[in-house]
Every structure is written in C-alpha cells, then in structure tokens.
C-alpha cells in the first residue's frame, strides 16, 4: 500500500500570498490606493488623521488571485493594519508582517 502524501497546503498558501504581494501589479495597485486614500481610513472611523502606508484587503482574499488584484482595498496606516487587520481575520487567516512589511 503507498500512501499519497497530501502536501502542506498552508505553506503553500503563505508562499502563494509572498509571491502576489511581490507582483508588479500589486506594488501598482498599493501605490494608486495610497495616492488616491493617503490617509488611514480607520483612524478617520476615529476622527484621526494619520497617513496611510499599508493596504489592507477590505474582503480576505484567502489566496483568490483575482479577489487579491480587483479588491475592494482599505488604505491604512502600520498600527491599524498589524491590530484590526489581525481581528478582522481572527478565525480565519491570520498574516503576520516581518520587519520587512511583507506578510510571513
Ligand atoms: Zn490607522
């Protein structure tokens, strides 16, 4: 009997998520977020105006290419994105940023 060994579908997904986030296309759409929403749009819920310098995937995209590239985005800024992006995904993905801001 062989046994099919299922691969880690996780690490994939992850690796999947470093490959888009490094994409032509995606550093495109980030910088027309936040050209066009410079400011976080969560701290504005808030009536504080902070610039933003992260932009968040306002529907988890879970690795969907196409949701990844058409969005819709949140512009916001370092400390929102790290807290309330983590919540929101809380139960489902959860994406850490290493030093370097891309997700591990
Ligand atoms: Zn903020």
């Given at each position: 009997m062989t046994s099919v060994s299922k691969s880690d579908a996780r690490s994939e997904e992850a690796a999947l998520y470093r490959r888009l986030y490094k994409t032509a296309q995606w550093q495109r759409i980030r910088q027309h977020q936040l050209a066009t929403h410079p400011l976080c749009q969560w701290c504005i819920e808030r009536e504080v105006v902070t610039e933003a310098t992260e932009v968040h995937?306002?529907?988890?995209?879970?690795?969907?290419v196409e949701l990844f590239f058409s969005g819709p985005f949140i512009s916001t800024c370092k400390p929102c994105h790290a807290s309330r992006g983590q919540l929101e995904d809380n139960g489902k993905t959860v994406v850490r940023y290493g030093p370097d801001g891309w997700p591990i």
């Open positions: 995937h306002a529907e988890a995209h879970r690795g969907d």
